[in-house]
T-cell receptor, first 113, second 115 residues
Framework: AQSVTQPDIHITVSEGASLELRCNYSYGATPYLFWYVQSPGQGLQLLLKYFSGDTLVQGIKGFEAEFKRSQSSFNLRKPSVHWSDAAEYFCAVVRGAGTALIFGKGTTLSVSS | GAVVSQHPSWVICKSGTSVKIECRSLDFQATTMFWYRQFPKQSLMLMATSNEGSKATYEQGVEKDKFLINHASLTLSTLTVTSAHPEDSSFYIC???????????FGEGSRLTVL
């Protein structure tokens, strides 16, 4: 069955420092992968997605992610974190064509000044 | 991108009453919608897949008689929490896809508090 693992429950990064959030997936075929961000009490906002093609995907708010099939990973990166990036980040994989997303448990990002 | 709207955003009800949450696709037709549940500081758990004109498909462990889903049109799915209890208090989020890319569009969520 498809699954998503986010190994880091909570990460703290200094403002201005770089960020990498890890995501590993389990899926037999080429996956559709997503990163979402959720602020407290809010809905989900799509940061970026990977369907096929270039393995380095650019998203909104300066985020990018790299799909590595050999490592079954889709890590999210940002070169310089801003205090407003503090939120919950979810990695997700589509369970099958036209079907639901399966989410990882999420990583809480805190930004220190 | 496509817009999915949920209503109400917040609802408080007494234990034993039923609550209906609506999920609408505003600018596209959604043959399939999905309902998720999120407990505080936890991930989103898929509850059910709602198909227009047919019965919903529930995930294992989700009580279909407790969480009634109706997908009466291509733009509206409803989730009714029947005989709500405090443990049903949660954040409920719906989503829909446009049928092509696999990308899901999410509503803003509905926070249910059962007293």
């Amino acid at each position: 069955a498809q699954s998503v693992t986010q190994p880091d429950i909570h990460i703290t990064v200094s403002e201005g420092a770089s960020l990498e959030l890890r995501c590993n997936y389990s899926y037999g075929a080429t996956p559709y992968l997503f990163w979402y961000v959720q602020s407290p009490g809010q809905g989900l906002q799509l940061l970026l997605k990977y369907f096929s093609g270039d393995t380095l995907v650019q998203g909104i708010k300066g985020f990018e992610a790299e799909f590595k099939r050999s490592q079954s990973s889709f890590n999210l990166r940002k070169p310089s974190v801003h205090w407003s990036d503090a939120a919950e980040y979810f990695c997700a994989v589509v369970r099958g064509a036209g079907t639901a997303l399966i989410f990882g448990k999420g990583t809480t990002l805190s930004v220190s000044s | 991108g496509a817009v999915v709207s949920q209503h109400p955003s917040w609802v408080i009800c007494k234990s034993g009453t039923s609550v209906k949450i609506e999920c609408r696709s505003l600018d596209f037709q959604a043959t399939t919608m999905f309902w998720y549940r999120q407990f505080p500081k936890q991930s989103l758990m898929l509850m059910a897949t709602s198909n227009e004109g047919s019965k919903a498909t529930y995930e294992q462990g989700v009580e279909k008689d407790k969480f009634l889903i109706n997908h009466a049109s291509l733009t509206l799915s409803t989730l009714t929490v029947t005989s709500a209890h405090p443990e049903d208090s949660s954040f409920y989020i719906c989503s829909a896809n446009t049928g092509g890319s696999g990308e899901l569009f999410f509503g803003e969520g509905s926070r249910l508090t059962v007293l």
